[in-house]
């Protein structure tokens, strides 16, 4: 049964949820090849004590792996918000075909919003983007998450 692009951005909400019962800012990353989930996670940050744990790159990592190769060919990320630019790097380098995301980062988006990185001419891999998957729902549970850290601070 072939799966649509909600489906496995649904997957990935379920990471970020994960993340946030971790305590973690809510982001979660799927990535699939030939309609099957090779990877998934969400951000990692707090726990590893690691700025890099993000939840693409720790998808990345953990897809390279299992398919024995640095090149993602034939895969597509699910991430539920707009990819950093660390991420943008990690995903231009690992070879990803599709970039799929939910809501847009103003502040630190690299494949739309703020930067192109993945869209730059000179660059010898120009993965596919599409953004607004589930668009409210991911904004809403990095919404709620930040909103309720707000409030604990009070």
């Given at each position: 049964?072939?799966m649509n692009?909600?489906?496995f951005m649904e997957?990935?909400?379920?990471?970020?949820e994960t993340a946030?019962k971790q305590?973690?800012v809510?982001i979660?990353?799927?990535?699939v090849?030939?309609d099957?989930?090779?990877?998934?996670?969400h951000?990692?940050?707090?726990?590893?004590l690691?700025?890099t744990a993000?939840?693409?790159?720790?998808?990345?990592r953990?897809?390279?792996e299992?398919?024995h190769?640095?090149?993602l060919?034939g895969c597509?990320l699910?991430?539920?918000?707009?990819p950093c630019p660390?991420?943008a790097?990690?995903i231009?380098?690992?070879?990803?075909?599709?970039?799929?995301?939910?809501?847009?980062?103003y502040?630190?988006g690299?494949?739309?919003?703020l930067?192109n990185?993945?869209?730059?001419?000179?660059l010898?891999h120009q993965?596919?983007?599409?953004?607004?998957?589930l668009?409210?729902?991911?904004?809403?549970?990095?919404?709620?998450f930040?909103?309720d850290?707000?409030a604990?601070e009070?």
């Amino acid at each position: 049964m072939e799966m649509n692009h909600e489906q496995f951005m649904e997957l990935a909400l379920q990471e970020a949820e994960t993340a946030v019962k971790q305590g973690e800012v809510p982001i979660g990353a799927v990535i699939v090849k030939d309609d099957r989930v090779i990877a998934k996670a969400h951000n990692m940050r707090e726990q590893w004590l690691d700025a890099t744990a993000h939840a693409e790159v720790i998808a990345i990592r953990e897809a390279c792996e299992k398919l024995h190769n640095w090149r993602l060919s034939g895969c597509t990320l699910y991430v539920t918000v707009e990819p950093c630019p660390m991420c943008a790097g990690a995903i231009y380098n690992s070879r990803v075909d599709t970039v799929i995301f939910g809501c847009r980062d103003y502040r630190a988006g690299a494949v739309e919003s703020l930067f192109n990185v993945l869209s730059h001419p000179l660059l010898n891999h120009q993965p596919q983007v599409i953004g607004g998957i589930l668009e409210d729902r991911c904004a809403a549970v990095v919404r709620d998450f930040f909103a309720d850290c707000r409030a604990k601070e009070k």
